[in-house]
């Protein structure tokens, strides 16, 4: 398990920030974490050239072993493996199995063959059947056609109903989530969860959070509305979820509903939510939707130059993790590092 940690303390180097220079100190967790038990990760964009940059620098680092899905003859990257999926000895063998796989979907054979054509279902399947311990994909597909091949075919993980998405978020702001560094959900997969989707985003948020950082979550329920203030089908919504998430975990701390600043700033909880465990002091931010999550963690991407690591799925059965086609080879590097340490926690 990777030590705690933040993003402070040391210099960055994204492509998002002119001037400043550094890597975030989760990053480089993550980094020593997968270097320390290398996994397989497979990544279906060949034809991208910040897929093939972060190639280099996965390899030179030792970060996993990685397999690229393009047509060979297109690719100089020493020391990858690359498959193309159209000529693959496998290609066959995994028709047959994702055929039986969704049978009770009307997938036929010729179908299955023809699907196997495809590199993010060819690369799911290499997953699925044991090829390959992760996948990484999006930096020039949509969210949806990254993610539809791995809730097909890997499915959730026992004793999970609901697939969700968070990124981690690493500010330069210490005084906000612990050093900086916050997990926002759900930022890139349910569209419009129910309360009770939304209470399971909640919980599985916690999990996250204590895997990867090692310390207490604290959740924030957010809304436009503190603790009833405003009325309106959202924050109705909120409080029936924290509601249900207190029901399904009475240990964890979560609170809502509570606006941003009320969730994050220790004055303004004062007034707005007295008495809170959580308010003023969040660390995991839940929204009460996908237009929220999405809008905002591209908002502190981008105006407040934060690394944005993610979408990371939680509650699929199988590493599998999304990327935003605006990300830099340096955000692959992060996910693919995030998905070898998934991949070594599943085990
Ligand atoms: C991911 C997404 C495409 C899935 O929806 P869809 O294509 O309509 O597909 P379906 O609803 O038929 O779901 C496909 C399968 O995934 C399963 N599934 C969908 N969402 C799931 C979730 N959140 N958790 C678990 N399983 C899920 C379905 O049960 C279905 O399984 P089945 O085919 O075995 O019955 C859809 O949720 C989506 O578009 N989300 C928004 C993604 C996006 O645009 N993000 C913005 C940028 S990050
Ligand atoms: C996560 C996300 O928003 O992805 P994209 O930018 O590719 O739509």
């Known amino acids: 398990m990777p030590a705690n940690g933040s993003c402070r303390g040391r210099k960055r180097h ?26 397989k990760i497979v990544l279906p964009e060949g034809e991208d050239p910040r897929t093939i940059a972060a190639a280099r620098q996965i390899v030179d680092e030792g970060i996993a072993d990685l397999v690229i899905l393009s047509d060979p003859a297109k690719i100089d990257v020493p020391g990858v493996t690359v498959i193309d999926p159209r000529t693959s000895e496998k290609h066959d063998e995994y028709a047959a199995a994702f055929a039986e796989l969704r049978k009770k979907k009307g997938v036929t054979l010729p179908e299955a063959m023809e699907q196997m054509n495809d590199a993010t279902y060819f690369g799911t399947m290499m997953v699925k ?51 900086g560094t916050l997990l926002f959900a759900d930022c890139g997969l349910n569209i419009n969860p129910t309360a009770d989707e939304l209470s399971e985003i909640a919980i599985a948020s916690a999990g996250s959070w204590k895997k990867y950082m090692s310390s207490e979550p604290k959740v924030a329920m957010l809304s436009f509305s503190t603790m009833g203030s405003a009325k309106g089908d959202v924050p109705t919504k909120v409080q029936e979820a924290t509601a249900l998430a207190h029901e399904k975990a009475p240990e964890l701390a979560v609170d809502g509903d509570l606006q941003l600043d009320a969730a994050l700033v220790p004055s303004v909880a004062e007034l707005k939510a007295p008495g809170s465990t959580v308010a003023g002091h969040a ?39 999304d990327l935003s086609r605006g990300c830099s080879a340096e955000d692959i590097v992060g996910v693919v590092a995030i998905t070898a340490v998934q991949a070594q926690m599943a085990e």
């Open 283 to 321: 660390n995991v931010l839940v929204f009460p939707d996908l237009e929220a999550g999405n809008i905002g963690y591209k908002l502190v991407q981008r105006f407040a130059g934060a690394e944005a690591y993610g979408p990371v799925l939680q509650g699929i059965a199988k590493p599998v993790n």
């Open 14 to 39: 994204t492509t998002r920030q002119e001037g400043a220079a550094s890597m975030s100190e989760f990053l480089d967790r993550m980094k020593t974490a997968a270097k320390a038990d290398r996994k």
């Open 129 to 179: 059947m044991g090829d390959a311990d992760g996948l990484v994909s999006g930096a020039c597909h949509s969210t949806a056609n990254t993610l539809r091949p791995a809730l097909q075919i890997l499915k959730t993980a026992p004793g999970t109903k609901l697939v969700s998405a968070f990124f981690i978020m690493c500010t330069d702001k210490a005084e906000f989530g612990e050093n």
